[in-house]
């Protein structure tokens, strides 16, 4: 099926959080409006008429970001959350209730209904009813998404949250029902179709037919009932993209937000799925019947895919231009509200073709409009279209010279502040996000601004391998460290993008700190600082359960100390663990990505156990842990058992990488024998070869770089050179 959405630009507002765009309810005209909240605190309702915005209310600001934006079920109320306090709005913009919640963290998720709010912060779940506490649950890890159906008879919702630990769980007020595992960290939560609290024809006990995104990339679909969560089917984090051939498949990044609209017209509900790097995606998921049968068999196919090249931080769709099509509408990390339509008419920059499909409407409801309709030539049609469409140009340049007036205004009143050195607040958000690539056992930096980035600088006080870099192009250079900053580096971007990736790996066994400076392209110029930690088992990530035949390494400790310290202690050797216990004896388990030994934990008060078939994990836990216990003066008594079968084994898991590092060695040593051979026997080629490596060097046909003597040392220069794309 050939899918063609066009771009529709409807507003450019502050920074946005996830989850701060809503999309009202159908009112008295088809036409729907769009609510959104913006870093600064305000919230504004607009709706787009004859192709241009207009503003149907704007709120005071609220004093802190907006983090959170939902409609009441049901209801045409629109509630926020705004750091710890909640406020509700009429249609009509007026603020009818104020909570102020004695809430530690920040209100990243809401959902109302009736009089009962749920409210998820970093890890607690908090469940109010009629403005009073009505329960709290403290998750196992960070909360990602949350949402409520009717699951469980009772007098509450259900909530199902996504965590970062690699689960979805279903809460009855306060009591855990399922704990549904996934393939990664669950980041994002949608249902197929209408929410079941506004499909009346959706009862208490009918499965709820749920979608689910991980920070792996993976779409999955699942079913939930009071007994159990099944999963029916989902989209697979490395599927072929629309147009590109079978072999072409790549990695896609991490679920942002998902939703489910009919927007090709076939009768059955299409996926929207909105991802990290600005990719929106449209999946056609096949029939309806055999999704709410649980049993879809065809796996979903990719209709139509473009890139923002900033992440997409909220999700909708509805009837926004006034025609017949289902539009989609989204919001992005910088600020854009930004609409896709099928609608033809969109493809005019200044909507004067869409605001004459809205006069054709309109003029179309009545009889004798359309007989004064059917009186007019093309020829004058034209001519009104394009008279419009001259008037709306210039308005457009009008308002354009008046923001660089203004802009010229504040740059001289800067000037004339930064002459008394002045500080100045910086105006531009930047964001970051620090993950483990199981895959690849590395690491991947995302740098994201609200304006565009010029330059990147880092600094580290550990070792650290930088890969490769992605989203926007730059030029890496590197300079000579010193014991105390081993890693100097810098990136300077050739083009303009507000994205930036960095992979890198790490040493495991080594534990400091990365900084990043971000220098955006924005007056004044100034540096946001990001620090990261790298912690010495950093390249372990978290698994269900470690394998019982795997022959371990055990590591003993007792002493006064309490479930908290040691929780302290583990969370400075291994990432992925809850910023606090969340039971009196806890359990871990890890796997190394690098080389696939695992680690097992648990832990509680007064005593610990730790069991790895890695003796090298077993000595970092035990020098971390005395080190910090000493810090303490807490005395922890330790006993080691070292298996001697573990030595075999890790040697069985490294043999391969060994092997395949040697071969790569006897191959890059035959290079100069092999030249050798070749200047000897053929003198006159030999020359020409000499000219041509002066410009190209012997792995790489496609750049110029001066030539180099082709090593272990050189391939790794040649690797990271910027110029080449061969690696």
């Not at 040697?651 to 391969?656: M, S």
Request: proline share 4%; charged share 25%.
């Amino acid at each position: 099926m050939d899918v063609q959405l066009h771009r529709l630009d409807l507003l450019q507002c502050g920074a946005l959080q996830p989850g701060t765009l809503e999309v009202l309810p159908v009112g008295k005209k088809k036409q729907q409006k769009i609510a959104v909240g913006d870093d600064s605190g305000v919230l504004q309702v607009f709706y787009l008429k004859k192709g241009e915005v207009q503003y149907e209310w704007k709120s005071p600001a609220l004093g802190r970001e907006i983090s959170s934006v939902v409609m009441q079920m049901a209801k045409d109320k629109i509630f926020v959350g705004c750091g710890q306090s909640i406020h509700g709005f009429t249609r009509k913009g007026k603020e009818f209730v104020k909570i102020k919640t004695n809430l530690t963290e920040t209100i990243h998720h809401l959902f109302v209904e009736e009089n009962m709010i749920w409210t998820g912060g970093e890890y607690i779940l908090n469940i109010y009813d009629n403005c009073k506490d009505y329960g709290f649950v403290m998750t196992k890890d960070r909360i990602n998404d949350l949402t409520c159906a009717p699951v469980y008879p009772g007098e509450i919702l259900s909530t199902i949250v996504a965590c970062q630990d690699k689960c979805l769980r279903v809460f009855q007020g306060e009591k855990v029902f399922h704990e549904f595992a996934v393939e990664g960290s669950a980041t994002a939560l949608g249902f197929h179709g209408l929410s079941p609290v506004d499909n009346p024809a959706h009862h208490v006990g009918d499965p709820v037919q749920m979608i689910y995104g991980t920070e792996q990339g993976v779409v999955g679909l699942c079913s939930l009932d009071a007994k159990s969560m099944r999963r029916t089917g989902g989209v697979s984090d490395r599927q072929n993209r629309p147009g590109v051939g079978s072999g072409a498949s790549s990695r896609r990044p991490r679920v942002c937000c998902l939703h489910t609209a009919d927007v090709v017209k076939s009768g059955a509900l299409d996926l929207l799925v909105g991802r990290d790097d600005g990719t929106l995606e449209l999946w056609n998921l096949g029939d309806a019947a055999a999704f709410a049968s649980q049993r879809l068999e065809q796996a979903p196919t990719p209709l139509w895919e473009t890139c923002l090249q900033e992440s997409i931080q909220s999700l909708s769709s509805g009837h926004i231009t006034g025609g017949d099509y289902m539009e989609v509408i989204l919001a992005t990390y910088s600020g854009k509200v930004l609409a896709f339509t099928p609608s033809g008419a969109a493809r005019d920059p200044t909507g004067t073709q869409m605001a004459k499909q809205e006069e054709r409407e309109e003029a179309g409801a009545s009889v004798m409009s359309r007989m004064v309709k059917g009186t007019k030539s093309s020829d004058l049609e034209q001519a009104e279209m394009k008279q419009e469409r001259s008037r709306r140009f210039q308005a457009l340049e009008q308002e354009v010279a008046r923001l660089k007036a203004e802009t010229d205004k504040a740059r001289k009143d800067y000037q004339n502040l930064s002459s008394e050195q002045i500080a100045m607040q910086t105006t531009t958000k930047v964001s970051h996000r620090f993950g483990l690539t199981s895959e690849e056992a590395c690491y991947i930096l995302t740098l994201e601004s609200q304006a565009a980035i010029e330059l990147i600088a880092l600094r580290a006080d550990v070792e650290v391998d930088l890969l490769d870099h992605s989203g926007t192009s730059a030029i890496l250079s590197r300079s000579r460290g010193d014991p105390q900053n081993p890693l100097l580096a810098y990136y300077r971007m050739q083009e303009e993008g507000s994205r930036f990736q960095i992979r890198m790996r790490t040493v495991e066994g080594l534990s400091g700190t990365l900084s990043a400076f971000v220098v955006p392209e924005t007056q004044p110029k100034t540096a946001h600082l990001i620090t990261v930690s790298i912690k010495p088992l950093a390249l372990h990530e978290k698994i269900p359960e470690v394998s019982p035949e795997v022959p371990m390494n055990e590591l003993r400790l007792s002493g006064p100390f309490s479930v908290t310290d040691m929780h302290s202690w583990l969370m400075l050797c291994v990432n992925e663990l809850p910023s606090r216990p969340t039971d009196d004896e806890m359990v871990i388990a890890y796997r190394s990505t690098f080389v696939g030994t695992q680690l097992y934990g648990r832990y509680s008060k007064g005593s610990a156990i730790f069991r790895s078939d890695s003796i090298t994990t077993i000595s970092v836990l035990k020098d971390i842990i005395s080190k910090e216990a000493t810090a303490k003066k807490i005395q922890v008594q330790m006993h080691v058992d070292v298996n001697e079968e573990t030595f075999g084994r890790f040697l069985e898991l490294v043999h391969p990488k060994l092997n395949y590092q040697h071969a790569l060695t006897q191959q890059v040593r035959m290079v100069e024998p092999l030249r050798e051979a070749t200047r000897e026997r053929f003198p006159r080629e030999a020359t020409r070869a000499t000219v041509r490596r002066s410009f190209y060097t012997p792995s790489c046909n496609r750049c110029w770089i001066k030539p180099m003597r082709f090593s272990s040392s050189s391939n790794s220069n040649h690797r990271s050179s910027p110029s080449c794309t061969t690696w």
